[in-house]
């Protein structure tokens, strides 16, 4: 069974540019999480989506949203990107009971 | 707001060494997960405990949920290399299925040194 899937895996850029993350979940699991990942912060949660609708969301500015598609896959997008943005974001794929399964991360730099 | 305290944040032992790592709050969680994450890779969920006081043993990993179901320790026996990681823990303070979200610790950094 094939795992969760991150794309990009590393990512560079400047102030102000907006950026777009692609997670695919395990086959056959309906929802994914987002988290940001930092030294400072540690893992913070950003949305949840399920069946292609926002099931929870965290407390981060309406610069960062997503999607789910019908096939499950997700987007998370960060618009006017800031230095803070620097981060791991995870994608999690999860069981119906909630049990998550990471993917590998996206390392996005603001430079 | 809702927060999970562990404890140490870092740790650096000998291998064969046994350690205890913590996670405490003042909520109460319906189920709390330990995960283990290695440098440039995503977390990997090692155990869920759903019921206070439940025990559960992985290999030289002993996971333990507190009888009030707030707090949550992880022992260690015999440490080696390879379990040189960060140490996560995570709770839900509601059932997933009534919109539960995954509160995070802010990790363990365990070292063992050969």
């Known amino acids: 069974k094939a795992g969760v899937t991150q794309t990009p895996r590393y990512l560079i850029k400047t102030r102000g540019q907006q950026v777009t993350l692609s997670c695919s979940p395990i086959?056959?699991?309906?929802?994914v999480s987002w988290y940001q990942q930092t030294p400072g912060q540690g893992l913070q949660f950003l949305f949840e989506?399920?069946?292609?609708?926002?099931?929870n969301k965290g407390n981060f500015p309406g610069r960062f949203s997503g999607r789910q598609f019908s096939n499950s896959r997700s987007e998370m997008n960060v618009s006017t990107l800031e230095l803070g943005d620097s981060a791991l974001y995870l994608c999690?794929?999860?069981?119906?009971?909630?049990?998550?399964?990471f993917g590998p991360g996206t390392r996005l730099t603001v430079l | 707001t809702q927060l999970l305290e562990q404890s140490p944040q870092f740790l650096s032992i000998q291998e064969g060494e046994n350690l205890t790592v913590y996670c405490n709050s003042s909520s109460v969680f319906s189920s709390l997960q330990w995960y283990r994450q290695e440098p440039g890779e995503g977390p990997v969920l090692l155990v869920t405990?759903?019921?206070?006081?439940e025990v559960k043993k992985l290999k030289r990993l002993t996971f333990q949920f507190g009888d009030a179901r707030k707090d949550s320790s992880l022992h260690i026996t015999a440490a080696q290399p390879g379990d040189t990681g960060l140490y996560l823990c995570?709770?839900?303070?509601?059932?997933?299925?009534?919109?539960?979200?995954?509160?995070f610790g802010q990790g363990t950094e365990l070292s063992v040194k050969p």
């Open positions: 989506y399920f069946s292609e609708t926002q099931r």
């Open positions: 995570a709770g839900r303070t509601r059932i997933y299925n009534q919109g539960g979200k995954l509160i």
């Open positions: 086959s056959g699991h309906r929802s």
């Open positions: 999690a794929s999860l069981t119906s009971s909630g049990e998550q399964f």
């Open positions: 405990v759903v019921t206070g006081g």
